[in-house]
């Protein structure tokens, strides 16, 4: 028998998620092309609904995550700001950390 943990992570301010995995990986896709179109596409969501999780998570967290900047003849863009590099980095570490704990403790399963 394989016994397997599962387990999601996220983080969440006054009952609202600031971070999740999914909204993590929008971050890094805004980080890697630099527009939230482009991001949204990358990973298979409608911009509406991209732009309304980055929306959530600069209303929820401490300091502006992203700079947006409007469309037009050049276009428009977004870019993370160093608290979102940041959040980034902390959430990889905590999740991390948190499947090392779990991987862990899986074997007292195991071991029965």
Not at 69 to 88: N, R, V
Not at 94 to 103: A, K, P, R, T, V
Request: aromatic letters at 8%; a positive charge; proline letters at 1%.
């Amino acid at each position: 028998m394989s016994y397997k943990i599962k387990s999601r992570i996220w983080i969440e301010c006054d009952e609202h998620v600031l971070l999740g995995e999914g909204r993590v990986q929008l971050l890094k896709a805004i980080e890697e092309t630099g527009s939230l179109s482009k991001a949204a596409k990358t990973l298979n969501l409608s911009y509406k609904k991209a732009w309304n999780l980055i929306d959530s998570v600069n209303k929820s967290a401490k300091k502006p995550v992203t700079i947006n900047s409007t469309g037009g003849k050049g276009g428009g863009g977004a870019e993370l700001t160093e608290y979102g590099k940041a959040l980034i980095l902390v959430f990889d570490e905590i999740n991390q950390n948190c499947w090392e704990f779990l991987d862990k403790q899986l074997v007292k399963i195991e071991s029965l």
